[in-house]
């Protein structure tokens, strides 16, 4: 069965860049869509961007739209997250999850998803 493993989270002051990643542990890894969501304290979890398993269709959410990028290398089974530009309100837990498809308007779907165990991010001012 497949599971995911975030890395890469920190502290970054406002401005500054991070970059998560997220392997993953299966045979079949090009067999799903995978994406970002994330869950700042008190709120709910949001989708922040997903990516199709042949890379060729994203989404990105507009609170980071110009600002993050998603990617994924299916020979080494890994997904990306660069952010730049953070922002305090960028502070919150980063999830990744796998699922069937990716879709360029509403995000990542299909009812099998994974998730990780997440991976903090704050962002000082």
């Known amino acids: 069965q497949l599971q995911v493993m975030e890395s890469g989270g920190g502290l970054v002051q406002a401005g500054g860049s991070l970059r998560l990643s997220c392997t993953a542990s299966?045979?079949?890894?090009?067999?799903?869509?995978m994406g970002w969501f994330r869950q700042a304290p008190g709120k709910e979890r949001e989708g922040v961007s997903c990516i199709s398993w042949s890379g060729g269709m994203t989404y990105v959410a507009h609170f980071v739209q110009g600002r993050f990028t998603i990617s994924r290398e299916n020979a080494t089974k890994t997904l990306y997250l660069q952010m730049d530009s953070l922002k305090p309100e960028d502070t919150a837990m980063y999830y990744c999850?796998?699922?069937?498809?990716?879709?360029?308007?509403?995000?990542?779907?299909?009812?099998?998803?994974?998730w990780g165990q997440g991976t903090q991010v704050t962002v000082s001012s």
């Open positions: 299966a045979l079949i890894f090009d067999d799903y869509a």
């Open positions: 999850a796998a699922d069937r498809y990716c879709d360029s308007e509403t995000g990542i779907g299909g009812g099998k998803r994974v």
